[in-house]
């Protein structure tokens, strides 16, 4: 693995962005660090879990053969990023809102006949969906899903207090696509199957030089930077950012705590990449009680900063109101 990575740094689509980076730790999991990292919402990739062995084998054809007729959701873009929005929060923005991406369904056997022939200049392919009783109509998908490491994914929720499982999402990239920062509210065990995937993360105490779009706007939890063309005029800070950094190739794990912001790449070294990722629901910790231990850290702050723009936006229901009320309380008193 090592050679491939020195190999991998030599390739065109691992742009540096000018931010510096520093690596995120490849560990065994039997290493009693891996452990502590994840105890502590730090990163770490581990080497070998086995967390999806049995998904090792899962290519296009082993695929099509398993998922063939089942209806898939595919994301278009005529570019190479493909930045989530959610549809349902378009309203409040007096329709000046362009979706960056097409969201269509196609049968998955459809998907894989337009990945294969899928060429550079083409609209960009990116299948999102999760693993579900909607999908899973085969026997022998079932069974290698069955066969996860799921006492070692078990006994990291149990250990670290994660709430329950939400998703499974299986995620097939067409090579060179980009999902731009961003970051969620979920704890993350992200699986790399076929393919490498590049990922730039940031703490949540970076919050301040990512600036997120508005909680009320379709792209909430993303960031406003454009990571080609950064804009540091209207987002200065953005200068300051340093990243941590990962090279996922198959078999291995990221940990990528709640709330950590991450930027990912599926690399040019395949024609396209297949990861699943493992969200948990946060745990109680997320909720202030008497236990809670102060100062609070980065991911605490970040969730009384959403809560506080929620109730806001709730509470004058006119969205520019919520900036001058902010600054009243602001100028002149806390700055
Ligand atoms: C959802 C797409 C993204 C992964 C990610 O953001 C996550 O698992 O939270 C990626 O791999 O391009
Ligand atoms: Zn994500």
């Known amino acids: 693995m090592e050679d491939t990575k020195r190999m991998f740094w030599n390739e065109p689509n691992s742009k540096s962005y000018g931010i510096p980076t520093v690596s ?12 502590k990292l994840i105890a502590n919402m730090k ?3 581990l080497t070998d879990t086995n967390l999806v062995g049995s998904a090792m084998k899962w290519d296009s054809h082993y695929l099509q053969e398993n998922l063939g007729d089942s209806p898939c959701t595919v994301y278009l873009s005529k570019t190479h990023k493909f930045k989530y929005f959610d549809a349902n929060q378009t309203k409040k923005c007096d329709n000046d809102f362009s979706p960056p991406t097409e969201q269509i369904v196609m049968r998955f056997q459809e998907f894989v006949k337009r990945l294969k022939s899928w060429k550079e200049g083409d609209k960009r392919l990116y299948m999102q969906e999760p693993l579900n009783e909607k999908i899973l109509k085969s026997l022998q998908l079932v069974n290698d899903i069955l066969t996860f490491n799921w006492g ?30 961003h970051f969620d509210n979920q704890h993350n065990l992200f699986a790399q199957i076929y393919g490498y995937k590049r990922f730039i993360l940031f703490p949540p105490e970076d919050y301040d030089k990512l600036y997120p779009h508005p909680v009320w706007h379709p792209h ?5 930077v454009d990571f080609d063309y950064p804009d540091y005029t209207k987002f200065p800070k953005f200068h300051d950012i340093k990243g941590h950094e990962a090279l996922l190739g198959p078999g291995d794990v990221l940990y990528l705590p709640l709330y950590w912001w991450h930027h990912v790449e599926s690399l040019l070294q395949t024609h396209f990449t297949i990861s699943l990722n493992f969200w948990y629901k946060a745990g109680p910790n997320l909720c202030l009680s008497d236990s809670t231990l102060y100062p609070l850290e980065g991911y605490q702050k970040m969730a009384i900063m959403r809560n506080v723009e929620k109730m806001l936006v709730e509470a004058l229901r006119d969205v520019n109101e919520v900036g001058p009320l902010l600054r009243t309380i602001l100028e002149g008193r806390y700055n």
Request: charged share 15%; proline share 10%.
């Open 24 to 35: 995120i730790p490849r560990l065994s999991y039997k290493d009693p660090l891996a452990d």
């Open 43 to 45: 990163p770490v990739v």
């Open 152 to 181: 070692w994914a078990r006994m990291q929720q149990k250990q670290n207090n994660w709430g329950p499982l939400t998703t499974n999402l299986l995620m097939i990239s067409t090579q060179g696509n980009v999902t731009p920062a």
């Open 220 to 224: 909430d939890r993303q960031s406003q």
